[in-house]
Every structure is written in C-alpha cells, then in structure tokens.
C-alpha cells in the first residue's frame, strides 16, 4: 500500500523559509517523477515542482511562479522528497500535497501560511 506523509508546513512571515518533507512507503520514489502541488484557497491544485525518476536524471521542473524560490529534491536513501521554499509570499498560501506524477497517489497535504 502506498503512503505518503507531508510535514514541515507552518505559519511564516512574507521572505521567509520552510521545508517540506513527503516521507513515502510501498513506493520507490527515486523510480518516480514526482510532483509536489499547491492548492490555494479556493482554487484548484496546481503542480509546482517536478522531479523526474533517477533513470531520466532527476531532472527537476518548476513554474514561473516559484522559480528560482524553490527547489525541489529526493533523499533515495531515506526514501523522502522534499520541498525547500525560500523569499517565501503570501500568495504561496495554501495546502501543498505531494505526489506520484500522472499516479492517483496522494499525501494528506500540509497547510502553509505566509503572512504579510
């Protein structure tokens, strides 16, 4: 059975950092292109960082929106993606979930407030 597990969301203020982590099990992840999404109030979930499976490199993509902001990563040995957000705004607000890519697997999401 698959599981992935978010946590180090929070409350920040605007310009700062916060971690994400998506620990996984009944899954390999570096055998994956995995995705992390953001869901804003309201609004629908929306990929922001992609990182394909090893035997593609690892390649990592991201939107414009959190380019250069945030970095998207994989410990293989800990089995474990992660999310590093930095200069971080209010409208990076919202419930960010980890996922397999193009997979219906899903974390349980992980609320992020940025205030102003």
């Known amino acids: 059975q698959v599981q992935l597990v978010e946590s180090g969301g929070g409350l920040v203020q605007a310009g700062g950092s916060l971690r994400l982590s998506c620990a996984a099990s009944g899954i390999i992840l570096s055998h994956k292109t995995m995705a992390w999404y953001h869901q804003p109030p309201g609004e629908q979930r929306e990929a922001v960082a992609t990182?394909?499976?090893?035997?593609?490199?690892?390649?990592?993509f991201y939107v414009d929106s959190v380019k250069g902001r945030f970095t998207i990563s994989r410990d293989n040995a800990k089995n474990t993606l992660f999310l590093q957000m930095n200069s971080l705004k209010p409208e990076d607000t919202g419930v960010y979930y980890c996922?397999?890519?193009?997979?219906?697997?899903w974390g349980q999401g992980i609320q992020v407030t940025v205030s102003a």
């Open positions: 996922s397999v890519f193009a997979e219906d697997y």
């Open positions: 990182i394909t499976d090893i035997t593609d490199g690892g390649t990592t």
